[in-house]
């Protein structure tokens, strides 16, 4: 069995313009599907990656995983268990075993308290040890992602710099011993300096600690050896997945080679391919009839335009891809 | 010419902790047409060096410079009213980052760029909206787009309605901070293809501010790397890629990823940057620096000519064949702290 | 909080109990101090009010005499009353005083109910937000529309003239400002992303309630809590001039509610002044220890 299951995921946002703009100029209530019949399964001891541009629904995907929103659609299991079905307590036990790191290492920690405190939350807040034995196991914790505990247990987040922060973060994350550690872009917003650092150490943790990480980013690069699966996510759904290796060995999605080729590479001789694009288009609201890619792809025929395509395996059994011409791109 | 000679410019800001020295005897130079980048990342202070440069530091902030000049003109002698009239957004101007939302959302794009043209200039009102025709061009907006409202706009155009702002009257220099920081990688990489082009046409030189090097790589002419504070290194792009002297520069090559090696270990800079209160005696690198030497720990190294136009402030700048063989190697960069 | 109190040797060999004497001054009753002595307006204030606030407690032993004694009747201040008396006689030294006890209780008591009263329900409505929210809000709303003295007539009339109802009413109205601003702050507060992280973490929202955001918006509470004790003493006293005090408890209010019922108002001067005066510098002093907090939460307002 999966250690986690998503089936058909979805989440819709409705706008509702005002009564005035409805009487004014008949605007109707818009639907925003941010993320859009999203399937994978995850095992244990795994590494998926999941990649794409802001507004591709991946942090929202994070965060019905993590249960701090309701899906609007489709059914999360973890361990077989459907947790769209919990209940408030439930739904707490469950954070035990499921943690989130976030993205931005300032604004995910409590101001006003220190380090220890903050680490410590969880556990006390799920009552899972005594405070003896909570004190043990923070501290260790902090050992373990590099803060000594005599220095740092009592400063507070201002009097640190973001890679210690962000340490802070895992470690709270890691604490409480989850099974499974959703990572949403924990390193975008630290020095590129110290990046590969935090995320070895998020490797090493991962691999002694046994847990399953689901890490997203709009970085390719940076997943490379760390990522075992990846999934590649366009307006709300996924249009590519397989292994980390083959999908960037061999693209076959145009988004995906888009992406790959757009990377800005740190080398002034290197004169990169002009991803093939149609470029800007301002940001789309409605749904379309047809592929959502549609509207930028540089290869779109007719019946991208009309009817939207399926994720199927493509020509080779380690990937699929939501593309009508999935056969003609080799 | 020279479009702007910078020597020695301090700021030390004066903190409920003590002084902070955020920019340490910074000298620089900007030739004609260059592009010259400030790459730095967290407490390098290259963001305190761009307010500098625009005045836009606040009264706690301590400002002082040997010399500070704008194609000749003497930029120190001048008092902020005369700067504001006559030199801010006609002679220097700002692109500020997206994340900054420097733009009004209740008023239209192009009302926002006519009046800020017609603020600093003596055009007519029509004359402004056929500029902002011209800038649109230059850009690559549609002209009808300055109709919009900004969040009308995706970030991409947002940052181009903001480039094109920045290059209404025609400045000399334009100062860009974080011109990609905050944008999608396609929408990066289009603005970056943009700049290159928008650049042949304009006269203006450039100096952008940023974290990441490989925008510095796609688009400077000249870099000068910055370290809590000072300037570690400056010099031609290609030089300082293919042969970085400094031991910052050595590790930030390693830490940064490249795409077409992605099998290359990517090694961390251990530690963070210091906070250095003014008139330190070291190397602003030392606590972190895989080569130190204890020399190093008592003396602030001086900017010395390594090639032409390209200088270094390490005191080991002549053995940086063996550092750069030695930096390639993961131990060296093991807890050097 | 979180180690024994003795010192314990633990695997990372910290000694903790000094550390705990430390944070305790940094944090809790040394922060208040540092914060309100901070600025000369908290310093004045709170000066203010520990004189009055030792008057209160030392004060049956520094009467001269007893304040119900009826002595000589509408003398001037002199060296036997320094203070003069009233039209019946009463030393108003001595009635000061011990208004100054049933002032700062009433006000105290009142300020502190509303504050407890209007910051949970702002916590709450700007917590939940929805229902709740809505619900909250019509209640503070209605407190809003609620007119003061014909509510205070109202239930004076129908409960009598004594000093529990009178803070019953005052808190009734004082909560509500409290209610409305501590929401808003709340509401923003709720959006940040350390109190998604909290939850993310297990929390609950009761523990998240008040683990992590009263924490954060302590300043704002500690402030209105100030202003509302200044805003209940000021009611106290006009509720009592307005004759509707209890009549078995001497506070500044009735005894300037006494001068006016007395019609002596032009010829007792004295009987004015130091009622008066005391109500006006407490509230004040109040009102500066409430700016001593303002300023801390809103750096920009130091050092004007």
Redesign the interface.
């Known amino acids: 069995m999966a250690l986690l299951d998503v089936n058909s995921l979805s989440k819709r946002y409705e706008l509702r313009p005002s009564v005035l703009a409805r009487v004014l100029s008949g605007k109707r209530m818009r639907r925003i599907e941010a993320v859009r019949d999203v399937t994978f399964a995850l095992n244990e001891g795994e590494v998926l990656g999941i990649v794409g541009e802001s507004g591709c629904g991946k942090s929202t995907t994070c965060a019905m995983i993590?249960?701090?929103e309701p899906p609007s659609a489709g059914t999360i299991r973890f361990r077989g268990q459907d947790i769209g079905a919990f209940g408030?307590k439930a739904l707490?036990r469950y954070?035990?075993h499921v943690?989130?790191i976030?993205q931005?290492p300032f604004?995910?920690?409590?101001?006003?308290?220190q380090v220890?405190?903050q680490v410590?939350?969880?556990p006390r807040?799920?009552g899972l040890w005594s405070?003896?034995e909570t004190?043990?196991r923070v501290?260790?914790m902090l050992?373990d992602v590099g803060l000594p505990?005599?220095a740092y247990r009592?400063r507070f987040p201002h009097q640190m710099s973001g890679g210690e922060r962000q340490r802070v973060?895992i470690a709270?994350?890691l604490v409480?011993e989850p099974e499974l550690v959703i990572a949403d872009e924990p390193l975008s917003m630290l020095d590129v300096s110290i990046r590969a650092g935090i995320r070895d150490l998020l490797s090493e943790l991962a691999k002694r600690r046994r847990f399953s990480v689901i890490y997203v980013s709009h970085d390719l690069s940076i997943m490379k050896g760390f990522v075992h699966g990846l999934i590649v996510m366009y307006l709300g759904q996924i249009v590519e997945a397989g292994t980390f290796s083959s999908i960037v060995a061999n693209p076959q999605h145009p988004y995906t080679a888009a992406l790959l080729a757009a990377v800005p590479v740190p080398d002034p001789l290197f004169r990169r391919a002009v991803p093939d694009i149609v470029d800007d288009v301002a940001r789309p609201l409605a749904s379309l009839a047809g592929c959502r890619f549609a509207p930028r792809c540089r290869q779109a025929v007719d019946i991208c335009h009309r009817e939207p395509p399926e994720l199927a395996a493509s020509g080779n059994a380690a990937q699929s891809v939501r593309c009508h011409l999935r056969h003609r791109l080799q | 010419m020279t479009v702007l000679e910078a020597v020695n410019l301090r700021v030390v800001y004066h903190t409920a902790e003590g002084p902070l020295q955020a920019v340490d005897d910074v000298s620089f130079q900007v030739e004609g047409h260059d592009i010259f980048g400030i790459a730095g990342e967290s407490g390098s202070g290259k963001s305190t060096l761009m307010k500098l440069l625009l005045r836009l530091l606040p009264v706690t902030a301590e400002v002082s410079a040997d010399r500070l000049r704008y194609r000749g003109h003497d930029l120190l002698a001048m008092d902020d009213r005369s700067f504001r009239r006559q030199i801010l957004w006609k002679e220097i101007s700002l692109v500020p980052q997206t994340a900054q939302n420097a733009l009004n959302p209740v008023y239209r794009v192009g009302d926002q760029i006519m009046e800020a043209i017609q603020a600093h200039s003596t055009m007519s009102r029509r004359a402004a909206r056929l500029r902002v025709a011209e800038l649109f061009d230059i850009v690559g907006l549609e002209d009808r787009l300055a109709e919009s409202y900004p969040h009308q706009f995706s970030g991409g155009m947002r940052q181009r309605a903001m480039i094109a702002m920045s290059l209404a009257l025609d400045p000399g220099l334009i100062i860009m901070d974080e011109p990609t920081t905050g944008l999608d990688v396609l929408t990066q990489e289009r603005i970056l293809r943009n700049l290159r082009q928008m650049h042949a046409k304009m006269r203006s030189a450039i100096i952008l501010v940023t974290h990441d090097i490989a925008v510095i790589a796609e688009l400077c002419s000249h870099v000068g790397i910055m370290y809590a504070g000072r300037l570690v290194e400056q010099g031609p792009v290609r030089a300082m890629f293919q042969a970085p002297f400094h031991p910052y520069t050595l590790g930030l090559k390693n830490a940064f990823p490249d795409i077409r090696e992605m099998d290359r270990k990517l090694i961390s800079i251990p530690g963070s940057p210091p906070h250095l209160a003014p008139g330190a005696r070291s190397c602003s690198f030392a606590a972190r620096c895989p080569f130190v030497l204890p020399e190093c720990r008592d003396a602030r190294p001086r900017m010395q000519d390594v090639e032409a136009g390209h200088q270094v402030a390490c005191t080991r700048a002549g053995e940086a064949e063996e550092l750069r063989r030695l930096a390639r190697e993961r131990e060296t960069w093991r807890s050097s702290m | 909080?979180?180690?024994?109190d003795h010192a314990v040797k633990?695997?990372?060999?910290?000694a903790v109990s000094r550390?705990r004497w430390r944070?305790l001054l940094e944090t809790g009753f040394g922060w208040h101090l540092r914060v309100v002595l901070g600025s000369w307006m908290g310093a004045t204030g709170l000066a203010i009010l520990l004189f009055f606030a030792v008057v209160g407690i030392v004060g049956p032993w520094i009467m001269p005499h007893d304040p119900w004694e009826m002595l000589e009747p509408l003398q001037a201040p002199s060296w036997r009353y320094p203070l003069g008396t009233s039209d019946l006689g009463y030393d108003l030294l001595s009635c000061l005083i011990e208004g100054t006890r049933s002032t700062l209780l009433i006000g105290l008591v009142s300020g502190f109910v509303s504050i407890v009263i209007g910051g949970n329900i702002g916590l709450l409505a700007g917590y939940y937000g929805g229902r709740v929210d809505q619900i909250l809000m019509r209640l503070t709303d209605v407190a809003y529309g609620m007119p003061f003295l014909p509510f205070v007539i109202v239930l004076i009339s129908l409960f009598g003239r004594s000093k529990y109802f009178l803070i019953l009413a005052i808190v009734a109205l004082v909560w509500r400002t409290s209610a409305r601003v501590i929401r808003a702050q709340t509401l923003s507060l709720s959006q940040?992303?350390?109190i998604?992280?909290?939850?993310?973490?297990?929390?609950?929202d009761m523990?998240i309630i008040y683990?992590?955001i009263v924490?954060?918006i302590m300043p704002l509470l500690l402030l209105y809590t100030a202003f509302n004790i200044a805003w209940a003493i000021g009611t106290e006293a006009s509720a009592s001039f307005l004759g509707f005090g209890d009549p078995s408890t001497i506070t500044w209010g009735t005894m300037l509610y006494d001068l006016w019922v007395s019609g002596d108002t032009r010829i007792a001067w004295w009987w004015f002044v130091s009622p008066s005066v005391c109500i006006v510098s407490l509230v004040t002093a109040l009102v500066f220890i409430s700016r001593a907090y303002e300023e801390h939460a809103n750096p920009r307002l130091r050092g004007r």
């Open positions: 993590a249960g701090l408030a707490r954070r035990r943690q989130i976030f931005d604004e995910s920690l409590n101001p006003r308290l220890f405190d410590a939350e969880g807040a799920l405070e003896a004190e043990q501290l260790r050992a505990p005599a009592n973060g709270s994350a409480s | 909080m979180h180690a024994p633990q695997p990372f060999g910290l550390l944070r940040r992303q350390f998604r992280a909290a939850r993310a973490r297990g929390c609950s523990r683990r992590h924490p954060n």
